[in-house]
């Protein structure tokens, strides 16, 4: 017979379950697996949901086993076979994972590609693109995307003279934030980036020393804005091709970003055979 403290979920599911089915009564139940005779009723009534003896438990069955798990992953046993195992697959190798966001992610599930390109094909259709020539299309295809840059990164640590009263890091210059956007066909040809400062003003020094036909705006944040990429677009997108529009269309693949997506982009669009989409 079982003592009344060594009862646990086990013996208290065995012995709900024979009493339910009358193969036991409670009494005989009870002291054949050292339960309470209250205890136990309270259970093949419904009364009591708990099926454990004692204080309520910090943990959770699940966490008691994630627990175990991870006990066992430190321990020697598990590092002799891990190193074992990697040995007898050598197509396998560990790597450190980059980080992606759960939207990126869900791009490249090969369903939502598939999608993409039959939208694609349909947009050179529309568009009567897939009239010209391989070489001529591709010099119709661009893509441009932007990317930010903190300039006002402080070192963790540097290594300074013993004794030195003060150590500085030079840079920033109060722009802590700012945003570049490149552009390029299909066939390789690139525009020079356009800079987006975080600054109510634009100042001169701040364009000195960037590559030759690169262009510059400022934001309140330093982000790429409606007005930012507007500027862009009729400014140094379209000028650079004005000649192809005038016997075809261009395609210009953006992202879903805010800055792309405004009525009067659209309308400039239109009107001059410039197709965005959204990728």
């Known amino acids: 017979m079982a003592s009344k403290a060594t009862w646990g ?6 012995a709900v379950d024979r009493v339910k089915k009358n193969e036991i009564t409670l009494r005989e139940a009870g002291k054949l697996y ?7 009723s309270d259970h093949v009534t419904g009364k009591s949901s708990k099926a454990y003896a004692g204080a309520p438990r910090g943990l959770s069955d699940k966490d008691e086993v994630e627990i175990s ?15 074992r195992f990697l040995s007898r697959h050598s197509s396998l190798a560990q790597r450190r994972p980059q980080h992606l966001s759960k939207k990126r992610a869900q791009a490249n599930d090969p369903i939502v590609l598939d999608e993409w390109f039959e939208r694609v094909r349909k947009l050179f259709a529309s568009s009567k693109l897939d009239k010209f020539e391989s070489e001529a299309i591709v010099e119709r295809l661009w893509n ?3 990317t930010g840059f903190c300039t006002a990164v402080a070192s963790k640590q540097v290594l300074a003279k013993k004794g030195s009263k003060a150590v500085y890091e030079v840079g920033g210059s109060g722009r802590e934030y700012i945003t570049v956007l490149g552009c390029g066909s299909a066939s390789g040809r690139r525009l020079p980036p356009f800079t987006v400062y975080k ?9 000195q020393g960037g590559p030759p036909g690169a262009a510059y705006s400022v934001s309140s944040s330093g982000w790429m ?8 677009l ?12 005038q016997n ?18 659209i309308n400039v669009a239109r009107h001059i055979s410039c197709v965005f989409h959204q990728t």
């Open 69 to 83: 798990v991870k006990v066992y992953l430190n321990t020697s046993v598990f590092t002799v076979w891990w190193s």
């Open 9 to 14: 979920i086990e013996e208290m599911k065995t």
């Open 199 to 207: 600054a109510k003003h634009m100042y001169d020094t701040w364009k």
């Open 144 to 146: 441009c995307d932007e």
């Open 248 to 265: 075809g269309p261009v395609i210009l693949f953006v992202d879903g970003h805010h800055s792309h997506i405004n009525l009067e982009l």
């Open 234 to 245: 009729t400014k140094i997108f379209l000028k650079e091709v004005e000649l192809l529009l």
């Open 225 to 232: 804005e409606g007005a930012n990429f507007l500027c862009w």
């Open 34 to 40: 050292g339960i309470p005779k209250s205890t136990l």
